[in-house]
């Protein structure tokens, strides 16, 4: 009996363990900073105070910060990697290298403490490493104080000064941020250009300025009635104090960064989504200035059919903000270069606001799955552009660029995995197309195997139940297998962990007494469920449909087409026969995956009797 009893302890206790280890956490921290800016040196003085709440089960007893403005130093290894890269970001090349002392960028902390005690800590490149005078507790909280100096490097990567169209500053990157921890551990990863990671909490930013600047980015103003230009809701009454200087105070709640710009010649216009957020748009006038003037109505009109396809986007205000150099996203804002045409201007502004929803709600580890980040962005904003602009490229060929740019990558053999981190990549040509184009190639040809429509289901549940966490492809892929009712385990497996391919083929077509065989064959590694559309000499169609077996079940039928259902192929056989009761003499046409969402990467073996296969643009949408 107590050897029973014993056991059933032990079972009981290593269930509620497995429970425990199972239960989702996440960091917090709470920011309280003010700067203080020179404009004529284009250096400033902070102090911040951040409550760190340390969530996991883990006791701390070291933490690091990233110094972001460090990596734009000669030496640094941004520098290093944009030089020995094969093929370099056009942007950085070696420019970082002939920096003088006033065009570096640096942040020096010149003081910290934990709970009011001195800490030891040293700088590593972009990483501060600090050492704790007392551990932190699982579920126990620290407070940070810190005094720091910095100054703006000019522009080169995202954040800097006197941008290519004379923008004062664009403050991504520019205070001293927590590393992320998570169930993986520590990410202070340096920082060479690419992407980021970083703990939910809120932000409170006061930043001193002379007072002829105009200051826009995240969060949302507390002051306007001191600071005019722009923020002063119509009818109030202006209450700046007298002085050179102005103190714009910012608060910014549950986001995980916090992006300011600056220009004393910017327009601050506005405009309200209906049932949405307020958004302002911060640009320089000059010749463009009417592509700036149409911009609000096309913003407004991509958010609410986002919001409607994708998830309602959560905050009270969005930033458009001139600045930077391309297109990068921000919590509640972006920065983006604003000398294009209005179809440009729309396209980078509408890439960058959905970010907020996947990066800047959904806020996976970018870093390592960019793809969830930069690909669902890519998919969303094509889908999105079709609608602003019309039916060109309708019935999802509106994705068509995305294929084009993953079939290149695959031809190019400098394809690596999805799993890659993007600071590993080998070439910036292997990270973009991966992590812009094979992203939002999975999404769509995840469409084919679901369905459109549960696709679209998925997306909003995904964005729903992960929305101000930290959701990875796991995550991602337990909510469409409960959305579809399908096994994707293997889809993932091959599509993201590997760079096997897609390659289907009509083998054989043979007349049998009244009938006709068609055997099919799968050329290429990767499986995948088989549509097969026959067109018949009279003009009548039919659409045999044939699920992997590893699928355990079937999407349900979309109506295109009227649907017979065959039996699964089992992954491991090559070819696959299926009986038509038709001669031979009827059919006209033989296609595999009329869709086209299947990124099979030799369309000319889809049909029969064979035709030249559709033919995609390489060109991409990468703004970043």
């Known amino acids: 009996m107590r050897k029973y009893l014993l056991l059933t302890t032990l079972l009981s206790f290593s269930s509620l363990f497995a429970i425990a280890q199972s239960t989702y956490w996440q960091q917090q921290a709470e920011y309280t900073m003010e700067i203080d800016m020179n404009v004529n040196t284009n250096q400033f003085t902070g102090n911040q105070t951040l409550i760190y709440q340390n969530n996991s089960p883990d006791t701390l007893t070291k933490v690091f910060y990233h110094l972001y403005f460090n990596a734009f130093q000669p030496g640094s290894m941004m520098d290093v990697r944009s030089r020995t890269i094969a093929d370099p970001d056009r942007r950085v090349m070696d420019r970082i290298l002939y920096l003088d002392e006033d065009g570096i960028g640096y942040q020096r902390v010149t003081s910290l403490k934990q709970d009011g005690n001195d800490l030891t800590y040293e ?180 958010f609410q059919y986002a919001n409607k396809t994708f998830g309602q986007y959560p905050y009270a205000e969005f930033s458009v903000v001139q600045g930077g150099d391309g297109g990068m996203e921000y919590p509640m804002s972006t920065l983006i270069t604003g000398h294009r045409s209005l179809r440009s201007l729309v396209g980078v502004t509408v890439h960058e606001f959905f970010h907020s929803w996947y990066q800047g709600v959904l806020g996976s580890n970018e870093s390592l799955y960019a793809w969830m980040d930069e690909g669902f962005t890519s998919y969303a904003t094509n889908r999105t552009m079709a609608q602003l602009f019309g039916p060109g490229r309708a019935n999802g060929q509106e994705q068509a660029r995305s294929y084009g740019g993953y079939f290149a990558l695959v031809q190019s053999g400098l394809e690596e995995p999805l799993t890659t981190h993007a600071d590993h990549f080998d070439t910036n040509r292997a990270y973009g197309s991966a992590a812009y184009s094979k992203g939002a190639v999975l999404l769509h040809q995840l469409s084919y195997i679901i369905g459109q429509q549960t696709l679209e289901r998925g997306m909003r549940r995904y964005f729903n139940e992960w929305k101000f966490k930290h959701p990875d492809v796991v995550d991602f892929k337990r909510v469409m297998e409960k959305e579809s009712g399908l096994e994707l385990d293997w889809y993932f497996e091959y599509f993201v962990n590997s760079i096997r391919t897609i390659d289907y083929s009509v083998q054989s077509v043979e007349g049998e007494r009244g009938e006709t065989r068609i055997t099919l064959e799968r050329v290429g590694l990767m499986p995948m469920p088989q549509e097969v559309l026959i067109t018949y000499q009279n003009g009548d169609q039919q659409l045999f449909y044939i699920p992997l077996r590893i699928m355990r079940g079937e999407k349900d039928s979309e109506g295109e087409y009227e649907r017979t259902l065959l039996q699964d192929w089992p992954w491991t056989f090559p070819t696959y026969q299926l009986m038509i009761s038709h001669p031979k003499s009827e059919i006209q046409q033989i296609t595999l995956d009329p869709s086209g969402k299947m990124a099979d990467i030799d369309r000319s073996n889809n049909t029969y009797p064979s035709v030249n296969p559709s033919t995609f643009s390489e060109e991409g949408l990468m703004n970043e």
């Open 123 to 302: 700088t590593v490149g972009t990483v501060l490493e600090v050492n704790l005078s007392e551990p932190i507790l699982p579920g126990k909280e620290s407070t940070f104080t810190m005094e720091f100096i910095a100054q703006v490097p000019l522009q080169i990567r995202r954040s800097g000064r006197d941008n290519a169209e004379g923008i004062r500053y664009s403050m991504a990157q520019w205070y001293p941020k927590m590393a992320e921890y998570d169930e993986h551990g520590w990410h202070s990863n340096p920082y060479i250009g690419r992407e980021f990671y970083g703990i939910w909490g809120n932000f409170d930013v006061k930043i001193t300025i002379d007072s002829s600047y105009v200051v826009g980015g995240t969060g949302v103003l507390q002051n306007p009635e001191e600071i005019g230009h722009g923020y002063l809701p119509s009818g109030k009454k202006l209450k700046r104090p007298k002085g050179d200087q102005l103190t714009y105070h910012f608060v910014a709640e549950n986001v995980h960064d916090f992006m300011w710009a600056a220009d004393p010649d910017y327009v601050h216009t506005t405009a309200q989504v209906p049932n949405g957020p307020l958004l302002r748009f911060f640009y320089q006038a000059d010749t463009l200035t009417e592509n700036w003037q149409q911009l609000p109505d096309f913003t407004v009109r991509a």
